[in-house]
């Protein structure tokens, strides 16, 4: 009775997602928290279709040591190698450890000496250039707990009504600052990788799909948990107006994620916060893209509401 009740209620497509996901890496809790359903259930599922691998959902997987030693000698921290793994951090900790190339701003014990140069540097991206201590610890390749503890120690910490008037409406840069951005975003235009016109955005890996941001991640997690069709990560499109990299593509259509101030950014209505201006680039790369190569799909998320709101092409 217990094999006909978990059939009936999870059909063969649910199944195969299952195990699809489990197979790609993720573990049990997390395949149980994305489709919504039975630890047990899913348990049984798995053992039933031959895949399930006892201790898995307790990190003991095997792991590609030479490739998590790798990312690391390039410079990636533990966390952004556990994300790319999706894995936790510890069993990336104890095989950076037991290498022995553990760097001195990962918490392994060892006091970390900033140079003048540092010093000056953090003291210019946080008071000039407005930049948080994630922004300037990814910059300088150091743990955010110890920009944090710098910040403070040094008293150059913001206060708290600060920071959130900064995160709302963002700070016009010094002209200094306004100056070198410029040079680099015309560098990066001419070697014809992405411009940068926003913050950091975090990358998830979701399955084997890659989400730039949090928005792009609650996207592909809310179809998982609706059992529908997922779409999958795509190439770069060289337009008139620059290089457009679409979000995700599904059935031969591109889907480009917004919430609803970078939308308003998108058509123009408020001006981007990180560069004080309206700029209808994006805009002009949507359109054209969708006229001359495929249809693009804008669409809006609304996750107070777990809405996704679809906006015809013409109105961007």
């Not at 006229?291 to 996750?303: R, S, Y």
Request: charged share 30%.
């Amino acid at each position: 009775m217990a094999n006909q009740h978990t059939y009936k209620e999870y059909d063969s497509n649910e199944i195969n997602k299952i195990i699809n996901l489990y197979e790609s890496g993720i573990s049990l809790s997390k395949v149980s928290e994305l489709l919504n359903r039975k630890k047990n259930n899913i348990k049984k599922i798995l053992i039933d279709n031959n895949v399930w691998v006892e201790g898995s959902d307790n990190l003991k997987k095997k792991l590609n040591e030479e490739l998590i030693i790798d990312l690391y000698n390039n410079g990636l921290s533990l966390q952004k190698i556990a994300d790319k793994l999706n894995v936790s951090k510890t069993p990336v900790r104890r095989v950076i450890k037991n290498a022995g190339i553990m760097r001195d701003n990962n918490g392994d014990g060892k006091k970390i000496e900033l140079s003048l140069k540092d010093k000056d540097t953090i003291k210019r991206l946080y008071l000039e250039e407005f930049k948080n201590s994630c922004q300037i610890s990814e910059e300088l390749n150091l743990s955010k707990s110890f920009v944090d503890k710098y910040l403070h120690n040094s008293g150059y910490r913001r206060s708290r009504s600060k920071s959130i008037s900064l995160s709302k409406t963002g700070v016009k840069a010094s002209e200094n600052a306004k100056h070198n951005m410029k040079i680099a975003q015309r560098k990066l235009a001419k070697s014809g990788n992405r411009k940068q016109t926003g913050g950091v955005c975090k990358t998830y890996i979701i399955g084997d799909i890659r989400c730039q941001g949090t928005y792009e991640k609650w996207y592909i997690e809310k179809l998982i948990k609706e059992n529908k069709k997922i779409p999958s990560n795509t190439k770069s499109v060289n337009t008139p107006y620059g290089t457009y990299y679409p979000d995700f593509e599904l059935d031969g259509e591109f889907i480009e994620i917004k919430s609803k101030y970078t939308y308003k950014i998108l058509v123009g209505d408020v001006v981007n916060r990180w560069t004080n201006e309206i700029n209808l680039t994006q805009n002009n790369k949507i359109k054209w893209v969708n006229e001359n190569i495929t249809k693009v799909n804008v669409l809006v998320i609304d996750k107070r509401n777990n809405e996704v709101i679809k906006k015809d092409i013409k109105w961007v």
